[in-house]
Structures are given as structure tokens and as C-alpha cells.
């Protein structure tokens, strides 16, 4: 049976009609029926009409919206909640019975109304929406029918779809060339839509239990080298194979208890450098060792020495003759990226105006060997780019995000970054000329890596589940597992009334915000609203009716305080926008600490007085990395960025209590894996020899606690209870890490570039 297609509709003009409004595209104006006049929208709400548009009626992630109309320019999603206000108003929408644009909770919009584009004639007579239409108006298809359901008139949604995404594209070209702000001396502006990827699918080219990580492409895209365990082994290796998908080879030998990490390619593609570490048992014994190994094989040598409790980040340079290293890591002193020459063995540093509050990560060689680019700071970053003989540094990027890798597009006119956001990993691509990010569309995604002189990358596909576990610390019974699911739950919180818990999960299908009273399984719900972020765990409140809890809900990003009996969520009016983290002060409710990201990314602990609008700060400590209250000893507990220890001051942040508790403990790689209880004892993770999750008290000299000998906790920090005498953590219950694959496009050179 042959199915006939209908005559193609003509083009569509700049105006259409949205259920019963007129919608004029370039002069963003919006006619409600009985409306006096049109409303006008902004520029970003008409793109995010647009973009709903343009998916004809099916739903549209609030990060897809992000991705297309402000991609990279700011860290929160409040901006979408608000365009979506306006166009319900231009609409005259009712929320609660809405007939044009319909929330989907925790996720995105819908738009529900038929659309239907103008002919000219139409448009020009169509002055209310009382106005005729010149034929009925065009419907969606409908999704959930089969192909023969809609294959009759796909010809003519195709061209209303594609004209569509024509103006949406013009609208939103210029919208942002009207919106974008001037540029600060080469930081780009990061908006959306750089080059798409050659195929939006990609495949992975590891596939066995475990975790395989720290992907490394050769030059040639042939090649990549990882990390993974060995069949029989209980230490990671450098592993190599080739781009398919294909049997490994072990291409390093730790022997012991070390482990290898962190392979990286010579320019020349015959060498591989890599990190050999020992773990020791937090009092000694620790080693870390810079090892280079022809790729085809042979024997290792040792090139140099680096911080065991702070393994560095680095790159070849550009020579090939030595590896540039990131400002922690290395036993040398002085402060910013150093150079290590292979040659000789001496480490030099590059003058760049560093200073010892910068924590700089992460340095690639350009392409062509004139610049070094890093990230400073975290997790409110940002790229960073400084010549390669050294010299002032230059912002490249506004992102104020928690970058988890980077690498250079060989032609050096953008690079792939894979940034933490909403409690996963994204890759996106950045135009450097432009200052364009576009999100590529792979979640759960970090370590990018791109072949040096072919356009392909590689990264680690990264989903560990955890699952929230309770144990006795004076007992000797194993961890039991709390609320099973086959979704991942994360930081576990017990109130200081000892029963209630809140944990974060995706079991829900996003990661949402859990509660439970543990005399009462079954009371275990859902706080709906809100999608916190997995950066800190929430702070409860001393008599246990609220938290404080940082993520994104219908108010945007921000600090949101929530009820949990009430499942009522709020957020609050706090005067900074990077927030990470946020404690109550304990025996006063009106005062609150909060730590958020300053404008170079250095994060600041506040004190604020919230009985003001907008609240008052009375005093701050600088160079923050994460907070505890103590309230046995009124005082709060802090680590640094980028170092070893533990410090302490008083409640009221005076200066003259800042002092350092201990010099070593936490590790910088665990500096959020340690916790207080109510007796002011202050335990932390390692790891040694024979137990993957110990557990020690800080000051104590007995052996650790070894909570699991093979299961590693969670990184994102574990609870006490009030009296220290039981431990919530997370454990690993499946590693899971593959290496992803998939060849990317060059944008052609623009025309006069030469």
C-alpha cells in the first residue's frame, strides 16, 4: 500500500501562530488574545522558544536549553526558569492548568500549544489573535505512534522543523550579538555552538569488569594507552591496544604495592611517561616516582621524584625533552608550573606571577608550541594561557566550573573539556577565536583526550555505583548496606537526633535529594524540587528540622534550605553566586557559613548575618577547600586547595584563630574524605597496603579501622554519629570505567584566515 505525501507547505515567514498568541520572531513580540498590545521578551526567552520549537513538542532539557542559548556562560540555570517566566507571561500561561509550555519536573519543558507558521499575507493580517487562521493549525506528531502513523506528513513537519531551526538559529545569532559583553582581553565568550563532532555516536573500545581510566591517544590516533588492573593483579598498570576495540597489552610492571597512573604520550610517539606511586599506611612508607617506557615496550627508568600524597598533574613539552608539571606534586619547592628536564634531572620554574593561593592543574603544550594553557582553581575554575617561556598569565575562559580534563584540537583554534555539573560529568567543545562552547552531548564523561595530528578523541566513560553502608566502629560486624537500588547514592548525612538520613541518589532517574528515618525503612522518600549538587554533602541544623543544601531547583542554582518533614524546599537569597558549601553555626540561627568561589576561582568561607536583606558578611577566611563545624569545641575545621593538613578557627572566623591542626592530614587527594564527630574527634580515609577503605582517627597512633579491604569509599566525604560511635559511608559496589572513542570533524579554515 502506498501512502501519499501532502503538497509541500510554502515557507514559513518570521511570525507564526502559538496555540492562540502571534508570535513575531524578530521583533520578539508575543499577542495574547484580548491583550491590549504585545509583550516583548528578551532575546534569550525567543531563542528558548526557538528551541522548543524546533522540537516539536517534545521535551527539552534545561541543560539542552543551556547548551544551545547561554552554553558556558554561567554555572547555574536560574536564567532558564526565568525565560520560561516570561514567555508564560507573554503567554498569559497558567501555571497550574499550563496550555503552552508545560514543566517536566527535575528535568526540562515541553511546549504543548500546535504551532503553525504564517504565510506573509497572513502575517500581516494576523494583528490578534482573534484573527483567522489562514488554514488549521499544523499539529506534532505524535512520537509514540508507529513510523506509518507519521510517514504522511513528515515531508511538510520536516520543512516547518527546518525553517524553524532557521530562525531559531538567526534569532539566536542575534540575540547574543546584541546580549554578548565585551570581551576582557582574550577571555572568550562563551555562548553556544562550536563544531560538531564528525558523528554525534561514539563506541567504546574497552569493555571489561572494572575500571579503565586515564586514556592517552598516540599521535596518530592509532594507539591509546590507559589505566586498569591486570587479569591477576590488585594495582593499576599502563595498558596499550589499539583504537578498536581489541585485546590489551600491559606496557608497565609495578611490582608490590605500587601502582601506575597517569600515561601521556611523547610528541614523537616512541615514549611514554607515566607515575609510579606507593601507598603507605599515612605514617611513612609512601613513594612517587616520574617513569618513562619506550610504547613498543622495554624497559622503564625512573626520571625524576614527585609528592606521593599529591600526584601531579603533566605533559611532555613541546621539545619532547622534558615534562612540565602542575604547582603541586613535586618535591622542589617554590610555587607554580615547573619543568622538569630529562636530560639532566633539573626542575626549573616558569615565571608567570604565580602565587602560592593559585593551585595550578593540568598543563598542554599548544600545538604549535607557543603557549601553555592550565586550569587554575577548583572546583569554580577556569583555562588559563601563558606563553611557553613564561610570562603573565591570561584568562581564557568565564566557565567558573569543575573541569575534570582537557586537551587541544590539533589545529589549536579550540579545545575538549569535560566539566562537572548537576552531579555529572559533560564534554564540551571550546572555540577559542569565538568564544563558542557547545555541549557535545556525552554525559558521564571525563579525561578527554585528542590525537595530536588527527582529529579524534578519546575519554573515560565513568559510572561507579555506590551504595550507602552503616557500621559499628567498636563492633566487628561487616558494613550493612542501607536502602538498596540499582541507582548510584551518594553522600550519606545522619542528623544530630541520630535517626534521620539524607543521601543523594539517582535512583529516581536524576540525582535528587533522599530522606529517611532509619527506626522506619519504609519512610524513605523523595524531596522533590531539588537536584543538589555532589560537590559537599548537606549540613543539617542542630536541632535536625533543616538542611542546608546547594543545587539547582525551579529557583535556579543556589543555596537552598530545605524542611524535610515538610518536604518544603526554599532557596535562599545569599548574596554570592558560585556557591559550593554551607553550615549552620551552631546555638544561632541567624548566622550561617558559606563557601563560594571569589572571581579568579579562589574559594572564600563567610560568615553571614541573614537577618538582612542582603545579608551581611561580618567576616571571611580566604583559600578554602572544604568546611566542618566542630560544635564540641565551637570551632570550624577547614582544609586548603592544593595541600596537605587540616586547620581550625573560631566560629566568629577571627583571624587571630586560624591556626593549622595538623601538617599532613588529609592528603591533598582526600581532602574531602574526613569528618567530625560529636565529641570533636576527627577521623579520615586512606588506603594501604592490605585494606582499600581504612578508617583512622586523627592523633591516634593504633592501626586503622579497615571498614572494607576491597571496596573503596566514596570521594565526596562520609558521616558520624553524634556520639562517634557508628560510621555512614559509601562504598564501591561496581567500578565501572571504559574508554570511549570516536572521531571528530576539523572546521574548514574561515576564508581570508591566511
Known amino acids: 500500500m502506498s501512502i501519499s505525501s501532502p503538497p509541500p507547505s510554502p515557507l514559513p515567514s518570521a511570525r507564526l501562530r502559538v496555540g492562540d498568541c502571534t508570535v513575531d520572531m524578530p521583533l520578539r513580540e508575543i499577542h495574547a488574545p484580548g491583550a491590549r498590545r504585545p509583550r516583548r521578551v528578551t532575546p534569550k526567552a525567543i531563542a528558548v522558544l526557538a528551541a522548543l520549537i524546533e522540537q516539536g513538542g517534545r521535551v527539552v532539557s534545561r541543560d539542552a536549553l543551556l547548551a544551545q542559548v547561554w552554553a558556558g556562560t554561567m554555572p547555574s540555570d536560574d536564567v532558564v526558569t526565568q525565560a520560561i517566566t516570561q514567555l508564560r507571561k507573554a503567554f498569559d500561561d497558567e501555571r497550574g492548568n499550563p496550555r503552552y509550555i508545560e514543566t517536566i519536573a527535575k528535568y526540562g519543558y515541553r511546549l504543548l500549544a500546535p504551532v503553525e507558521w504564517l504565510a506573509e499575507s497572513a502575517a500581516n493580517s494576523a494583528e490578534s489573535a482573534a484573527a483567522p487562521a489562514p488554514e488549521a493549525p499544523r499539529q506534532w506528531p505524535n512520537y509514540a505512534a508507529t513510523p506509518t502513523d507519521i510517514r504522511g506528513g513528515w515531508g511538510a513537519i520536516a520543512i516547518a522543523l527546518g525553517a524553524a531551526a532557521l530562525v531559531f538559529v538567526l534569532v539566536l545569532a542575534w540575540s547574543l550579538r546584541r546580549e554578548a559583553p565585551p570581551g576582557d582581553g582574550g577571555a572568550p565568550r562563551a555562548q553556544t555552538g562550536a563544531r560538531v563532532p564528525a558523528t554525534t555516536s561514539y ?287 551518594r553522600l550519606p548525612v545522619i542528623a544530630p537526633d541520630d535517626r534521620q538520613l539524607v543521601f543523594t541518589s539517582d535512583r529516581s532517574g536524576t540525582f535528587a535529594l533522599w530522606w529517611a528515618d532509619l527506626a522506619r525503612p519504609e519512610s524513605l522518600r523523595l524531596i522533590e524540587g531539588l537536584r543538589p549538587e555532589s560537590w559537599h554533602p548537606p549540613d543539617w541544623s542542630p536541632d535536625s528540622r533543616r538542611l542546608l543544601v546547594v543545587g539547582s531547583g525551579d529557583a535556579g542554582f543556589g543555596l537552598y534550605e530545605v524542611v524535610p518533614a515538610s518536604a518544603q524546599v526554599v532557596r535562599l537569597p545569599n548574596p554570592v553566586a558560585d556557591v559550593v558549601q554551607a553550615l549552620y553555626v551552631p546555638g544561632d540561627g541567624d548566622r550561617l557559613l558559606v563557601i563560594a568561589g571569589g572571581e579568579e576561582g579562589r574559594l572564600r568561607l563567610q560568615l553571614y548575618d541573614r537577618r538582612t536583606a542582603p545579608w551581611r558578611s561580618l567576616a571571611s577566611i580566604e583559600d578554602i577547600a572544604v568546611a566542618r563545624v566542630d560544635p564540641a569545641h565551637q570551632r570550624v575545621l577547614f582544609t586548603r586547595p592544593g595541600q596537605a593538613g587540616l586547620w581550625q578557627a573560631d566560629l566568629a572566623l577571627s583571624a587571630a584563630s586560624v591556626r593549622q591542626v595538623d601538617a599532613a592530614v588529609p592528603e591533598v587527594s582526600s581532602y574531602r574524605l574526613w569528618s567530625v564527630s560529636g565529641q570533636g574527634d576527627i577521623y579520615y580515609f586512606v588506603r594501604t597496603s592490605d585494606c582499600a577503605s581504612a578508617l583512622r582517627r586523627l592523633g591516634d597512633a593504633a592501626p586503622p579501622l579497615c571498614v572494607d579491604r576491597n571496596r573503596r569509599s566514596g570521594p565526596s566525604g562520609f558521616s558520624l554519629s553524634p556520639r562517634g560511635d557508628v560510621i555512614y559511608v559509601t562504598l564501591s559496589l561496581w567500578d565501572g570505567g571504559d574508554i570511549g572513542f570516536m572521531p571528530m570533524s576539523m572546521p574548514p579554515e574561515p576564508i581570508g584566515s591566511q
Open 203 to 489: 563506541r567504546l573500545i574497552t569493555s571489561v569488569p572494572g575500571i579503565e581510566s586515564s586514556p592517552a591517544l598516540s599521535p596518530d590516533a592509532a594507539l591509546v594507552a590507559y589505566v586498569a588492573v591486570p587479569a591477576g593483579h590488585r594495582r593499576t598498570a599502563i595498558m596499550l591496544q589499539t583504537t578498536d576495540p581489541s585485546t590489551p597489552r600491559q606496557l608497565s610492571h609495578p611490582e608490590g604495592d605500587t601502582s601506575d597512573r597517569a600515561p601521556t604520550w611523547s610528541p614523537s610517539g616512541r615514549e611514554i611517561a607515566f607515575l609510579r606511586v606507593r601507598d603507605g599506611d599515612g605514617n611513612g612508607g609512601e613513594d612517587c616516582r616520574v617513569m618513562v617506557v619506550p610504547s613498543n615496550g622495554g624497559a622503564e627508568r625512573s626520571v625524576g621524584s614527585c609528592d606521593p600524597r599529591n600526584p601531579p598533574s603533566f605533559d611532555w613539552t613541546f621539545d619532547g625533552r622534558g615534562l612540565v608539571f602542575g604547582s603541586r606534586g613535586t618535591p622542589t619547592g617554590g610555587v607554580g608550573l615547573r619543568l622538569l628536564d630529562l636530560a639532566s634531572g633539573e626542575w626549573s620554574l616558569l615565571d608567570y606571577g604565580a602565587t602560592a593561593l593559585d593551585v595550578d592543574f593540568a598543563p598542554r603544550y599548544s600545538p604549535d608550541g607557543r603557549w601553555i594553557v592550565f586550569v587554575r582553581n577548583s572546583p569554580v575554575g577556569d583555562l588559563y594561557r601563558i606563553p611557553s617561556t613564561g610570562g603573565p598569565p591570561r584568562r581564557l575562559t568565564r566557565l567558573h566550573g569543575d573541569i575534570r580534563g582537557w586537551d587541544w584540537m590539533p589545529d589549536g583554534r579550540s579545545i575538549v573539556l569535560a566539566r562537572w555539573s548537576g552531579s555529572e560529568s559533560r564534554l564540551m567543545e571550546l572555540d577559542l577565536r569565538s568564544g563558542l562552547v557547545h555541549d557535545m552531548g556525552i554525559a558521564d564523561a571525563l579525561e578527554p583526550t585528542v590525537a595530536a595530528h588527527v582529529p579524534s578523541m578519546a575519554f573515560t566513560e565513568a559510572r561507579s555505583y555506590f551504595g550507602i553502608h552503616r557500621m559499628a566502629l567498636g563492633g566487628r560486624r561487616p558494613p550493612e548496606r542501607l536502602f538498596p537500588s540499582s541507582g548510584r547514592d
